[in-house]
């Protein structure tokens, strides 16, 4: 399973002392980003190859200032255009569970405008991640 780290700044703060929710969405989207180029050695944004259609966050804990946030993201679902990936955050130290989400990817041709199919080497990969399974 793919994990990143990021410490949390201060301008994730929010009035309330802990990451605003909207935060959570930047973390997610730079796992999925992260992962989605190690998965394919892409190496530019001009090379991706799918666009965001749907995220879901759920809260579990505030994280606070000071704190380190890890981000893991996999695979599962794979359909004809589009592709699921699931997220888990925990405080780096104790553990403790933060939120969870999901998202819809759909394979996107950004020259025409248009969904595609999910690319033939795309698809092997992801498939290759969900058989190794999630989170234990």
């Not at 050695?41 to 946030?69: K, N, Y």
């Amino acid at each position: 399973m793919f994990r990143i780290e990021e410490r949390i700044r201060f301008s994730d703060i929010d009035g309330m002392g802990h990451v605003n929710n909207a935060v959570f969405m930047s973390y997610m989207e730079t796992a999925r980003t992260e992962y989605y180029m190690e998965l394919t050695g892409r190496r530019t944004l001009q090379e991706m190859e799918f666009i965001l259609a749907r995220i879901a966050c759920d809260f579990e804990s505030p994280l606070l200032l000071g704190e380190t946030v890890v981000v893991e993201v996999w695979p599962t679902r794979i359909g004809n255009t589009s592709f699921d990936v699931a997220y888990r955050l925990t405080e780096k130290t104790s553990g403790r569970l933060i939120a969870k989400g999901d998202s819809v990817q759909v394979a996107y041709d950004y020259r025409r405008r248009t969904k595609i199919p999910i690319p033939p080497d795309l698809r092997r990969r992801l498939e290759a991640e969900m058989a190794s399974g999630g989170p234990q």
